[in-house]
């Protein structure tokens, strides 16, 4: 059964730093892309980028292009997102989710919350 | 930027036939995707390649597409499917969303 499990809600001050993981499970963690995906509160889904975990090709969206740093440790199959200073308008779930290149994600993990706030 | 463009509300009663659709420049020549997201869950995929259903996905999801509209049909309504659609598809190597549609069943 492929399974990507996220790591647990974080809250941090505005300026800290974070990285949250998505491990991936019943399949080539190495062999296919995954994607990392933001929903502020109310909002719509936002493609912020993707990662191959085999080799780290990273495609960032224009959007979080120097924001956001995304990374993979393709030999604990897991796959990581982080932020070098938080910033309140951070504050949003994020969704990793084993993504096709020109196709769709077929797999998403169950999210990691993330709270900025003073 | 490539723009992907829902409405952002459809009702329907139960048992009737909810159509909602999603726009973009060329998205005759791209691949168009639709996730359901109900409340407090993560998205799941319910029609890739514009019109093939995942396993799991019941046969009232379908999906169609006609020039640059996708549309996202579910015959006979059901209340378990009152929930947030979303269409997606890549343009320039990037992933685009729309803005999402809200279904309701009443």
């Known amino acids: 059964e492929v399974q990507l499990v996220q790591s647990g809600a974080e809250v941090k001050r505005p300026g800290e730093s974070l990285k949250i993981s998505c491990k991936g499970s019943?399949?080539?963690?190495?062999?296919?892309?995954i994607g990392w995906v933001r929903q502020m509160p109310g909002k719509g889904l936002e493609w912020m980028g993707i990662?191959?975990?085999?080799?780290?090709?990273?495609r960032y969206s224009p959007s979080f292009r120097g924001q956001v740093t995304m990374s993979a440790d393709k030999s604990i199959s897991t796959a990581y997102l982080q932020w070098s200073s938080l910033k309140a308008s951070d504050t949003a779930m994020y969704y990793c989710?084993?993504?096709?290149?020109?196709?769709?994600?077929?797999?998403w993990g169950q999210g990691t919350l993330v709270t900025v706030s003073s | 930027s490539y723009e992907l463009t829902q409405p952002p509300s459809v009702s329907v009663s139960p048992g009737q036939t909810a159509s909602i659709t999603c726009s973009g420049d060329?998205?005759?020549?791209?691949?168009a995707c639709w996730y359901q997201q109900k409340p407090g869950q993560s998205p799941v995929l319910v029609i890739y390649?514009?019109?093939r259903r995942p396993s799991g996905i019941p046969e009232r999801f379908s999906g169609s597409k006609s020039g640059d509209t996708a549309t996202l049909t579910i015959s006979g309504t059901q209340a378990m499917d009152e929930a947030d659609y979303y269409c997606?598809?890549?343009?320039?190597?990037?992933?685009?969303f729309g803005g999402g549609t809200k279904l309701t069943v009443l």
């Open positions: 989710a084993r993504q096709d290149t020109n196709g769709p994600a077929d797999y």
């Open positions: 019943g399949y080539s963690f190495s062999s296919l892309w």
């Open positions: 990662i191959y975990p085999g080799d780290s090709d990273t």
């Open positions: 060329k998205l005759g020549n791209k691949y």
């Open positions: 390649q514009d019109s």
């Open positions: 997606q598809a890549w343009d320039s190597s990037t992933v685009v």
